[in-house]
Nanobody, 117 residues
Framework: QVQLVESGGGLVQAGGSLRLSCAAS????????MGWYRQAPGKQAELVAR???????NYADSVKGRFTISRDNAKNTAYLQMNSLKPEDTAVYYC???????????WGQGTQVTVSS
């Protein structure tokens, strides 16, 4: 079982930046695909960004050009750099791991991101 702990959320003004971190347990982090989801009140969860074990990335159209997902395998940590934040980015952000290639089955507790206008 992979354990994930997010940090880095908070309150920021529109146009500002935040960096989320996701620390993972386990000595095989390097083979996990990692992802960041978000869920705003009353809305379905959305996959924001994904990074494979080889470093390939995918982004939701709503964040392309503004968000960057990355990973540091030596630190067992994944990151989400969020720039040019908008009020519509307000949500709880969750880190997720796919240790076996069968889907994101491990989740963190979530971290709140609030963007004020």
């Amino acid at each position: 079982q992979v354990q994930l702990v997010e940090s880095g959320g908070g309150l920021v003004q529109a146009g500002g930046s935040l960096r989320l971190s996701c620390a993972a347990s386990g000595h095989t982090f390097s083979i996990y695909a990692m992802g960041w989801y978000r869920q705003a009140p009353g809305k379905q969860a959305e996959l924001v960004a994904r990074i494979t074990s080889g470093g390939s990335t995918n982004y939701a159209d709503s964040v392309k050009g503004r968000f960057t997902i990355s990973r540091d395998n030596a630190k067992n940590t994944a990151y989400l750099q969020m720039n040019s934040l908008k009020p519509e980015d307000t949500a709880v952000y969750y880190c997720a791991a796919d240790p076996s290639g069968t889907g994101f089955g491990s989740w963190g507790q979530g971290t709140q991101v609030t963007v004020s206008s």
